[in-house]
């Protein structure tokens, strides 16, 4: 089994900063992928940002320059610095993982409990 903890979130000023990092522990051999999702009221779960243990990132266009993810491969923890935050990045913010647990298994998924980020105008 995987344990995803979050920490970070929280309310901030429009045009603010923010962290969220996630830890991962348990049975890991490897972590191809780590990735943050936000859910906003209303509105289906969305990709936010993914990074490989190679270190290439993804983006999805309404973040892109404002927000960037990292990751401690030694630590397995990923973390996303907020900048510039708008009110339309108000969501509930979720850590995702691909977990392998030996060398030819196929990774699994698992998902953070969920932090709320909200931004006032």
């Known amino acids: 089994q995987v344990q995803l903890v979050e920490s970070g979130g929280g309310l901030v000023q429009a045009g603010g900063s923010m962290r969220l990092s996630c830890a991962a522990s348990?049975?890991?051999?490897?972590?191809?992928?780590m990735g943050w999702y936000r859910q906003a009221p209303g509105k289906q779960r969305e990709l936010v940002a993914t990074i490989t243990s190679g270190g290439n990132t993804n983006y999805a266009d309404s973040v892109k320059g404002r927000f960037t993810i990292s990751r401690d491969n030694n630590k397995n923890t990923v973390s996303l610095q907020m900048n510039s935050l708008k009110p339309e990045d108000t969501a509930v913010y979720y850590c995702?993982?691909?977990?392998?647990?030996?060398?030819?298994?196929?990774?699994?998924?698992?998902w953070g409990q969920g932090t709320q980020v909200t931004v006032s105008s």
């Open positions: 995702n993982t691909e977990v392998q647990y030996g060398p030819w298994t196929r990774p699994t998924a698992y």
């Open positions: 348990g049975s890991i051999f490897s972590i191809p992928t």
